[in-house]
Structure formats: structure tokens, C-alpha cells
């Protein structure tokens, strides 16, 4: 069984893709995927969880491919009336998108902890693999920047970005707990797989989780790492600035060095193939592929060969 760590869009894709290479092996594992809760934020009275949403939609086919967040197909017009109301409409949410806020926001009123919503939400839309919110105490990243601190919501949707990260904080980490399914999961795992999300506000929350680093650096299986870095630049999203910003190179290796005592591995573009022994120095084995996650058939390849590469013997 295959653990991974995950974000948003680039996170959710190689999740996608461990989960479709484990239908189509029969091996029937179906991966285990712990997800990044800091971006969660309260909007329109309701508890929103993007890369949870992401990776659920994205899991379950539902995803909308252009942006990679949200429903494919979905529609406007609740948020039309909320602008005609005068209400601030910057965060894009679908009429069916309303939905799992919705009853995520009233399930947790009665009490679900958000394992326990996500569970139902991942049967109910008939997905076989396991989400694991990274914690159920909530969290918010907040960025620092030169207009000061900012909602990660904030910074990301409304601001589009555009403002320096001088710094992250992650409030009520202290205060977060790793979930049973989590530390169970990690325990079982054949192999760990920290996927191509942003290492700052991605992965980074998930490893400042209370004994989360100490966790992963006991467990028996291999530890792989997905660039989220090819040529010096971010796929999608603000993670190249984010590194630089935080005074971190702007490469493969500058991710390996975030991860260096996590992983034993590191898969990198073709295009950073001349990385490779600069990572290999840090201790860690190297795979030089195609990262590129165009398709479908794209992320179950890059997923059997992460899995290959990483635990040659599971299927
Ligand atoms: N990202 C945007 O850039 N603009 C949006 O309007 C937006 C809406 C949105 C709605 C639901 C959802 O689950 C995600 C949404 N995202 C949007 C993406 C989200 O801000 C990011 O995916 C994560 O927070 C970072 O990975």
C-alpha cells in the first residue's frame, strides 16, 4: 500500500495517477493519501478545504481540467445572486461546489471531524482510495509578506500572488495532532510518496504537523520525493517565488535539500538531469524522467515509475 503526501492540482494529479496504476495492477492497494487542511478557510459562513476538494474531485474524475480545482461543467449562479447582494465574489465556487461546503460545514457542526467527513465524501463519490486531512484540529496558513501577514486565501485567489513571501506561519499547528488513520497508514506503507506540491504551503504544513517528521523518519518503507520544481520554475502556482523569497534555491535540489533526512529518493525532470549529482550528494538515489503530468496516461506512467523506482518489489 502506497502513502502519499499531497496539495493542490500538482499534488492531487500523481495521487490520481498511484490510484489508477493500483486499478489497473489489481493489486488492489489502493493508495493512502494524507492532504495538506492549512489552505482551509472559512467563506460565505462556510468551511472550505481546497486540496482536500481537489484531490477528492480529482480522484473521483469530477475535477474541472482547465483550472484542476472545482467540478468540470459546474455553473455560477449562486455567486452571481451573492455579487447582486453586494457580497465580495473573488473565490470561485461552483453552484454543485456549494454542495460538499455545505454539508462538510454541517457535519462538522454535528460534530464529524473532518476525517470522518472526508471518508463519507470519498465512498459517496465512489472513490477507492483513502483521504487523510493531515490533522483534524483546523489550521490556516498565513503569509508574511511587505504589506504584512495575509490569509493564505488572500494571498493566493485575491491577491493573485502578486505579493513577496518574506515568510509562512501555519496557525494551531501547536495544537494538531497526527490522526490515528495517519500514523496507521504510514506504519502499513510499502512505500511514501511526497508528491509535486508546493514544499512550502503544501508539503510544509503536513511535516509541521506535531511528531509528523519523526513519523515519517521511522518508518520502514522508502521515501520518494516528485519534484515540484522542472527547469528553476513552478508548474503552477507560487512555489518557485516562495523559495526565493525564503531564500531557498529555486530547483530540484533546493527541494531535496528541504526534504534532505525525509526521503531516500528524488525523481526529476530530464530537463534538471544535470542536478542529479548535486542531489545524489545530499544521500539520496535519483530518477531523471518526464514529469510532465499531461494526462491521464501521463500520471499513472510517471506513478508506476515513482513505484518502481522506489519499492521495485510492490506491484
Ligand atoms: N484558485 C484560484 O486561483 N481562484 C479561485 O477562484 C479558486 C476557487 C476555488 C474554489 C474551490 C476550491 O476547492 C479551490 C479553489 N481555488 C481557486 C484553488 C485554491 O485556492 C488552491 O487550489 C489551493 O488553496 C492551493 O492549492
Not at 26 to 38: K, L
Not at 210 to 232: D, F, K, N, T, Y
Amino acid at each position: 500500500m502506497i502513502v502519499a503526501l499531497a496539495g493542490g492540482v500538482g499534488g492531487a494529479k500523481l495521487a490520481h495517477g498511484l490510484a489508477l496504476a493500483a486499478t489497473g495492477s489489481g493489486s488492489g492497494a489502493q493508495p493512502r493519501v494524507i492532504v495538506n487542511t492549512a489552505d482551509d478557510f472559512e467563506h460565505h459562513g462556510l468551511r472550505i478545504s481546497p486540496d482536500l476538494d481537489t484531490v477528492l474531485y480529482t480522484l473521483a474524475g469530477l475535477a474541472n481540467a482547465e483550472t484542476g480545482w472545482g467540478l468540470a461543467g459546474d455553473t455560477f449562479t449562486t455567486l452571481d445572486m451573492l455579487a447582486r447582494y453586494g457580497v465580495e465574489t473573488w473565490f470561485q465556487l461552483g453552484d454543485r461546489d456549494f454542495a460538499t461546503h455545505l454539508l462538510r460545514t454541517q457535519r462538522l457542526r454535528a460534530g464529524w471531524t473532518l476525517t470522518q467527513v472526508t471518508a463519507a465524501f470519498t465512498r459517496a463519490l465512489g472513490v477507492e482510495a483513502d483521504l487523510l486531512p493531515m490533522c483534524d484540529e483546523p489550521i490556516a496558513t498565513m503569509v508574511e509578506t511587505p504589506d504584512g501577514a495575509l490569509d493564505f486565501q488572500d494571498y493566493f485567489v485575491r491577491r493573485r500572488q502578486t505579493d513577496d513571501v518574506r515568510g509562512v506561519q501555519f496557525t494551531g499547528i501547536e495544537q494538531a495532532h497526527i490522526p490515528e488513520g495517519v500514523r496507521a497508514a504510514c506504519a502499513a506503507a510499502d512505500l511514501i510518496v511526497f508528491c509535486p506540491s508546493n514544499p512550502i504551503v503544501s508539503i510544509g504544513p503536513i511535516l509541521a504537523v506535531p511528531g509528523m517528521r519523526a513519523l515519517l523518519q521511522q518508518v520502514a518503507a522508502p521515501r520518494i520525493a516528485v519534484s515540484p520544481i522542472v527547469g528553476g520554475r513552478a508548474l503552477k502556482g507560487p512555489a518557485d517565488r516562495m523559495l526565493a523569497g525564503l531564500g531557498h534555491a529555486v530547483s530540484a535540489t533546493g527541494v531535496a535539500r528541504l526534504y534532505q533526512g525525509l526521503i531516500d529518493g528524488m525523481v526529476i525532470d530530464q530537463v534538471d538531469a544535470e542536478l542529479a549529482a548535486s542531489i545524489e550528494a545530499l544521500g539520496m538515489r535519483v530518477l531523471v524522467t518526464d514529469t510532465m503530468m499531461r494526462n491521464e496516461r501521463d500520471r499513472q506512467r510517471l506513478a508506476r515509475e515513482v513505484m518502481a523506482f522506489g519499492a521495485p518489489g510492490i506491484s
